[in-house]
């Protein structure tokens, strides 16, 4: 399996392992088999269970301890590639509908998480603010772009940032949409509501290979035992580039750093996410029990040894740029993590029919990758019950 990450992952740390499931040890069969026991496999499991498909997840280690254990889960309908300019690679119409698409999934996953229980999900606002001059002009045509499609947006200049926020920067985008979660609580909420809603989840149990066989799927577990399935859907997150041949598929290395409790509950305006215009993007956002995650500082390569090595020398500036933008406010760092992160060339996500094995994968990637596994788990529910979703032209493999 891959090294997804490392270190103290806050949200692992402090949720520790709730619960185990059972092994898979015996040949079985359902009607969809959903591999992979992250965020994406809970939400597609879960909106399966509910629609009354007898569902059947398998997750190779340890529910939510791949990629969703070291997210930082700012949840964002903005993209990484903006707006406008999103609109010039994909078309206007394509752009604009992933953006509503995203935004739409913050509010699923809120009311989601309301239904299910306490996992940290809040409303919040988001601050992206220039990091220079030159990029003023970015944030004025993107918020033009915004508004045009009925996003709700301000642009504050520099004297609004430094009232709002208190730090000197040439300009931001106040965006009124947008939400925190505990991603690792949360999914193991969705497993939870997949068992009582009669799916049956298993872990310590790998899909080794699987192949077409006849009208559906057949796939063998390490332990050599085999699950026939009408429908196959691939969580598999970043691993999932063992088995797709998607050249728009980047994967790079990324870094984490949480702090101590701070002394209060609202450090700056309203708990907004911050996050910059400067690619890669530092980014930041609170907890409920008040603490700073801070993250960002990507390298392009995804190498996992040479990825740990420099994760105290990238734990270090991540505090250092915390001061820098906030040399008030009493920040010391408790746990420090680094993880792989991916991304496509036109920052959009692949859900859909991989060409080659035949079975859905749905890889958010990105930012997105918690809001894309949401919009993911709806195009993957209406292919199993047979009806037509007219998103899944957007995201299919092989689009560029
Ligand atoms: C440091 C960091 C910060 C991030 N911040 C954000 C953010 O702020 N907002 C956001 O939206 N996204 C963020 N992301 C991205 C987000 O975390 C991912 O998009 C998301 O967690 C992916 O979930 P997943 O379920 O697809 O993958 P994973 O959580 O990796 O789950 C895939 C699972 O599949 C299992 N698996 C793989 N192969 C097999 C097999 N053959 N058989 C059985 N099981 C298998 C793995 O064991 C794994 O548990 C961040 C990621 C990192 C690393």
Redesign the pocket.
Known sequence: ?MD??SGMPYHWIFNGLPVEYPQLDHDVKCSALV???????ALCARALATAGVDVLV????SI?????S??????QYELDTPLHLLAEEVGEETAVRSYQLCAYAIDRILALATELGPCGAEPRVSLQYASRRGDVDLLRKENEMRMKHGFETELLDAPAVQRTFGFKKPAGLLSHKAAVID?YRFTHLLFHDVVKNGGRVMDR???ESFKQHGSGFQAETSEGHRIHAEHLVM?????SQRYVDEPGIELHS?Y?LASQRMPMSEPWFRNALIWETATPYL?LRTTPDNRVLI?GLDEPFRNPKLRDKLLDRKAKKLERAFHKLFPDLPFAPEYQ?C???GGTKDGLPYIGRDPKTGAWFVL??G?????F?QVGADIVRDHVLGRKNPDAELFRFGRS
């Open positions: 399996m997804l990450r591999v992979g026991g992250g965020i994406t496999g398998v997750e190779a280690g939510g301890t791949g990629s969703t070291a997210s930082t889960a700012l949840l991603p149990t790998k899909v969580a598999t997150g970043y691993e990324t984490a980014y993250g993590w993880g792989t992160f958010g990637m930012g997105n990758g918690i809001t596994s």
